[in-house]
């Protein structure tokens, strides 16, 4: 760091402290050739916006490109990345935050198989085929879902089913009903995932159902001192 960058961080850092502020968060737009822009900046300890009293973007947009700090952003779920200054410790941090998705704790929902003729034949065919139980997983999120009736399971064969076509479709909906009456909206937003166990033999359903969610997760990237 050159004796004038040092300087102009003693000068950011004299202004975050002027404010009450513990430490000053700055966003980086790391994908811009001058990735700081304007002089706004989070105070840490307040949790509000302020102003410096001076416009030293580009003076920190040069300090980042000479570092080639960009080498250290992976953008791969990346949602947003921040440089942190903290007076108390002379110190600078580049932060990156990254999202990754959870799942809740499935919930649990039994139904027993409506006493439909043509289900009840679809039932009768797998049983002589050597089945008991069919296991038909879905998925969704950002508005999409999808029940993966290309990939079925069965817990006596190896071999996946598919059970696309009209033959299946009184099955498939009722459990696709099912889905929606208990959890409406369930591709929505970061989405669900879950099961429909089909037990032949008892002749119901058993769904296992778990929401997804977002959880972002700080990374320090890069660090210095002035």
Known sequence: MTEKQTKIFELIAKAIMSRGCDYGSFNLEYYRQDPFQGRDFECGQLKGTSKLPFDVSQNLSDWYNENKLYRY?????????EMKIIPSERKIQVIGYYYEYQTDD??????????????????DNFESEGHTKLYIEFNGGGDDGEILLREVKSENHNELLNLRGDVYRP???????????????????????????IDLEEKNVTLYFSRNF????????FEMNY
Do not use: C
């Not at 952003?73 to 947003?80: A, K, M, P, V």
């Not at 499935?106 to 039932?123: C, F, H, K, S």
């Open 73 to 81: 952003i992976d953008e791969d779920s990346l949602s947003s990345v």
């Open 106 to 123: 499935a919930q649990v929902t039994e139904a027993d198989l409506p006493n439909d003729e043509e289900i009840n034949n679809l039932i």
């Open 171 to 197: 099955l498939i909906n009722f459990i696709y009903r099912m889905l929606e009456s208990e959890y409406g909206g369930w591709e929505n937003n970061e989405g669900a995932e879950g099961e429909f166990v």
């Open 214 to 221: 977002a959880v972002d997760k700080a990374e320090v990237l």
